[in-house]
Nanobody
Framework: QVQLVESGGGLVQTGGSLSLSCKVS????????MGWYRQAPGKRREEVAR??????????SYAPSVEGRFTISTNITENTVQLRMDSMKPEDTAVYYC????????????WGQGTQVTVSS
Protein backbone atom coordinates (compact mmCIF):
# COMPACT_ATOMS: atom_id res chain seq x y z
CA GLN A 1 0.00 0.00 0.00
CA VAL A 2 1.18 3.51 -0.81
CA GLN A 3 1.35 5.65 2.30
CA LEU A 4 1.51 9.42 2.67
CA VAL A 5 2.14 11.24 5.93
CA GLU A 6 1.63 14.98 6.27
CA SER A 7 3.41 17.15 8.80
CA GLY A 8 3.89 20.81 9.59
CA GLY A 9 0.36 21.90 10.38
CA GLY A 10 -0.39 24.22 13.25
CA LEU A 11 -1.54 27.67 14.28
CA VAL A 12 -0.34 30.76 12.46
CA GLN A 13 -1.41 34.40 12.51
CA THR A 14 -2.86 36.24 9.55
CA GLY A 15 -0.04 37.26 7.23
CA GLY A 16 2.27 34.58 8.53
CA SER A 17 3.85 31.60 6.82
CA LEU A 18 3.73 27.85 7.24
CA SER A 19 5.28 24.93 5.39
CA LEU A 20 3.71 21.50 5.07
CA SER A 21 5.53 18.34 4.08
CA CYS A 22 4.23 15.05 2.72
CA LYS A 23 6.41 11.95 3.10
CA VAL A 24 5.59 9.34 0.48
CA SER A 25 6.44 5.64 0.75
CA UNK A 26 7.44 5.40 -2.92
CA UNK A 27 9.54 7.43 -5.30
CA UNK A 28 7.76 10.54 -6.53
CA UNK A 29 8.48 9.49 -10.12
CA UNK A 30 6.12 6.55 -9.54
CA UNK A 31 3.18 8.92 -9.69
CA UNK A 32 1.44 10.78 -12.46
CA UNK A 33 0.62 13.72 -10.22
CA MET A 34 0.93 14.97 -6.66
CA GLY A 35 -1.34 17.47 -5.01
CA TRP A 36 -2.44 19.29 -1.91
CA TYR A 37 -6.12 19.57 -1.02
CA ARG A 38 -7.95 21.12 1.88
CA GLN A 39 -11.32 20.84 3.55
CA ALA A 40 -12.73 23.52 5.81
CA PRO A 41 -15.58 22.84 8.26
CA GLY A 42 -18.90 22.62 6.43
CA LYS A 43 -17.27 22.82 3.01
CA ARG A 44 -16.31 20.36 0.31
CA ARG A 45 -12.74 19.30 -0.28
CA GLU A 46 -10.98 21.56 -2.75
CA GLU A 47 -7.78 21.34 -4.72
CA VAL A 48 -5.16 23.82 -3.55
CA ALA A 49 -2.08 22.98 -5.59
CA ARG A 50 -1.14 20.26 -8.03
CA UNK A 51 1.92 19.18 -9.93
CA UNK A 52 1.67 16.94 -12.95
CA UNK A 53 4.67 14.96 -14.08
CA UNK A 54 5.91 15.01 -17.63
CA UNK A 55 8.93 12.74 -17.73
CA UNK A 56 11.21 14.09 -15.02
CA UNK A 57 9.69 17.55 -15.12
CA UNK A 58 6.74 18.77 -13.07
CA UNK A 59 4.13 21.34 -14.02
CA UNK A 60 2.48 23.23 -11.18
CA SER A 61 -1.00 24.65 -11.00
CA TYR A 62 -2.80 26.48 -8.21
CA ALA A 63 -6.28 27.39 -7.13
CA PRO A 64 -7.00 31.07 -7.81
CA SER A 65 -7.44 31.70 -4.08
CA VAL A 66 -3.83 30.71 -3.34
CA GLU A 67 -2.07 31.70 -6.56
CA GLY A 68 0.98 33.79 -5.74
CA ARG A 69 0.88 32.86 -2.05
CA PHE A 70 1.41 29.08 -2.03
CA THR A 71 4.15 27.05 -3.67
CA ILE A 72 4.21 23.30 -4.28
CA SER A 73 7.56 21.57 -4.68
CA THR A 74 9.19 18.18 -4.35
CA ASN A 75 12.42 16.77 -2.98
CA ILE A 76 12.97 13.65 -5.07
CA THR A 77 15.77 12.21 -2.93
CA GLU A 78 13.63 12.41 0.22
CA ASN A 79 10.35 11.30 -1.41
CA THR A 80 8.63 14.40 -0.09
CA VAL A 81 6.25 17.02 -1.44
CA GLN A 82 6.11 20.44 0.19
CA LEU A 83 3.52 23.15 0.32
CA ARG A 84 4.91 26.55 1.25
CA MET A 85 2.17 28.92 2.38
CA ASP A 86 2.83 32.64 2.67
CA SER A 87 0.63 35.65 3.43
CA MET A 88 -1.89 33.37 5.05
CA LYS A 89 -5.51 34.37 5.57
CA PRO A 90 -8.20 33.12 7.96
CA GLU A 91 -9.97 31.48 5.01
CA ASP A 92 -6.94 29.21 4.62
CA THR A 93 -8.01 27.44 7.81
CA ALA A 94 -8.69 23.80 6.95
CA VAL A 95 -7.42 20.27 7.17
CA TYR A 96 -4.81 19.87 4.46
CA TYR A 97 -4.39 16.56 2.67
CA CYS A 98 -1.63 15.28 0.45
CA UNK A 99 -2.58 13.08 -2.50
CA UNK A 100 -0.70 10.94 -5.00
CA UNK A 101 -2.12 9.78 -8.31
CA UNK A 102 -0.88 6.67 -10.09
CA UNK A 103 -2.04 5.61 -13.53
CA UNK A 104 -1.55 1.97 -14.53
CA UNK A 105 -4.51 0.15 -16.08
CA UNK A 106 -6.70 2.55 -14.12
CA UNK A 107 -6.22 5.64 -11.99
CA UNK A 108 -5.59 5.16 -8.28
CA UNK A 109 -5.40 8.05 -5.83
CA UNK A 110 -3.77 7.73 -2.43
CA TRP A 111 -4.44 10.10 0.45
CA GLY A 112 -2.70 11.09 3.65
CA GLN A 113 -4.55 11.48 6.94
CA GLY A 114 -4.41 15.25 6.87
CA THR A 115 -2.92 17.97 9.04
CA GLN A 116 -4.81 20.84 10.64
CA VAL A 117 -3.91 24.39 9.67
CA THR A 118 -5.50 27.24 11.60
CA VAL A 119 -5.01 30.91 10.75
CA SER A 120 -5.99 33.31 13.50
CA SER A 121 -7.16 36.86 12.93
Amino acid sequence: QVQLVESGGGLVQTGGSLSLSCKVSRNIYSFTAMGWYRQAPGKRREEVARMIRGGRAFYQSYAPSVEGRFTISTNITENTVQLRMDSMKPEDTAVYYCAAEMVELYTETYWGQGTQVTVSS
